[in-house]
């Protein structure tokens, strides 16, 4: 099982995002250190903007000049630091993935030309007291997939 970790500032970025988003999804990319066996802190993301209500769009380009930043930023230390999954909102639906969302992750992770080992999908969405509400799923090569915890600093 992975342990994610949200920095207070990520937090807010991604607590910023929803806000603006409002009833529409949103989402991004991941990037994290590894900080011990199986945990993760989540360094920086990306936010691709308000989608529909059931759908939001990735946008490959800009997640992609994000990622090459962060590693330039990181001095290309990939075992250290590196891409982590995605992750999206769903203001209107449990924090569960839809078929769409196991369907778009296994993608990822079964992709030889992305290489990874894992990848974790994030789902978010805020209380109606602002609380930022959080279930992470990590994705294996060999198709299975299984609950991660999440702490949000506060």
Known sequence: MITLTLRREVAERMRAGLHGAGMRET??????????????????????????????????D???????SFFLRVNHDYVRFNYLGEWHSH??????PSEKDDRSIRGIVEDRD????????LIVKLADNGELLTRAYTYLPNGTKSESTVTVES
């Not at 011990?36 to 769009?57: C, K, M, S, W």
């Not at 203001?91 to 569960?96: N, V």
């Not at 992305?114 to 999908?121: I, K, Q």
């Open 114 to 121: 992305v290489g990874a080992n894992f990848v974790v999908l």
């Open 62 to 68: 800009a997640a992609v000049t994000h990622l090459k």
């Open 27 to 60: 989402g991004g990319v991941l990037m994290a250190e590894h900080t011990g066996p199986n945990q993760f802190e989540v360094l920086d993301l990306t936010i691709h903007g308000r989608g529909t209500i059931a759908h939001f769009f990735r946008k490959m």
């Open 91 to 96: 203001p209107s639906f449990d924090l569960e």
